[in-house]
């Protein structure tokens, strides 16, 4: 079972975490846009409150789980699709399977994945060893605090710690690494149909802005958002911007495709 939070009204927003989150990751979101947005977020297989799938799998079978998500709640008329981190390479990977349930993206601090290069690949992959070593404590320790900017709060960091050693577990988090690890959606980015955003924190060390540019540049149509304050988790450290540009693109998509449904 894949647990989901469904909160709110409007046009639904299918939120995918990072690989140290879970739907937790996005209570910003939900206290911030359900007045406007149906908020659902994941936890993903093998993450926190889901459970730990019968098999390893990749990034098509993540895409996959969320196709079925997203028909599960939303029927076929599709969701806004917003993903941070490697929760946007899953989206990535959702709407260049799935277009037809994708209304729009919405890719916060992401990349096209950590298989443009051995060196990046590899560092990937040391993580999975570095978890079963240390456990998800002493690892969500250990990592979270670089998720933020050197501004954040010790509230924020230890709020971003809690969350990844609730979430995180083997062998869920091995697979996502690996799933990240064998892929390069570098080629593939001129193929996508849809709407899509990209957000990135303006201190964010994880993944930085060429990483988004990268994503911004090889998308047709694609608009790029800096903010500013922002580290890697853009979304939790500067909730009011990243709500205010995901429910003013979320909502501008709607009306454009409404208006194109009218006038076709």
């Known amino acids: 079972m894949t647990y989901a939070v469904d909160y709110g009204t409007g046009p639904a927003v299918l939120m995918l975490h990072g690989i140290g989150g879970s739907s937790d990751s996005f209570a910003p979101q939900v206290a911030g846009l359900g007045d406007s947005l149906r908020v659902i977020a994941w936890d993903a297989p093998g993450y926190a409150r889901s459970e730990d799938p019968s098999r390893e799998l990749d990034l098509d079978d993540y895409a996959d789980a969320a196709a079925e998500l997203i028909r599960d709640k939303c029927a076929d008329a599709g969701a806004h699709v917003l993903g941070m981190s490697w929760g946007g390479v899953i989206a990535t990977r959702l709407a260049l399977r799935h277009p037809e349930l994708v209304r729009s993206l919405v890719l916060g601090a992401s990349t096209v994945g950590s298989g443009t290069d051995a060196d990046s690949a590899a560092a990937m992959r040391s993580r999975i060893a570095d978890l079963g070593r240390s456990g998800p404590g002493d690892f969500a320790v250990r990592r979270a605090p670089r998720l933020l900017s050197p501004n954040a709060s010790d509230d924020l960091v230890q709020r971003a710690t809690g969350i990844m050693s609730d979430a995180v577990r083997l062998p869920g988090y091995g697979y996502a690494a690996e799933s990240m690890a ?17 957000m990135c924190g303006d201190v ?51 009306r454009l495709r409404i208006h194109s449904t009218v006038t076709h």
């Open 204 to 254: 964010d060390t994880v993944t930085g802005a060429p990483a988004s540019q990268v994503l911004a540049g090889g998308i047709p149509g694609a608009v790029y958002v800096t903010l500013r304050g922002a580290g890697h988790l853009a979304n939790q450290e500067q909730p009011d911007a990243f709500n205010a540009w995901t429910e003013s693109f979320v909502q501008i998509t709607e």
């Open 182 to 198: 064998a892929t390069d959606h570098t080629d593939d980015l001129e193929k996508i149909d849809v709407p899509t955003l990209v």
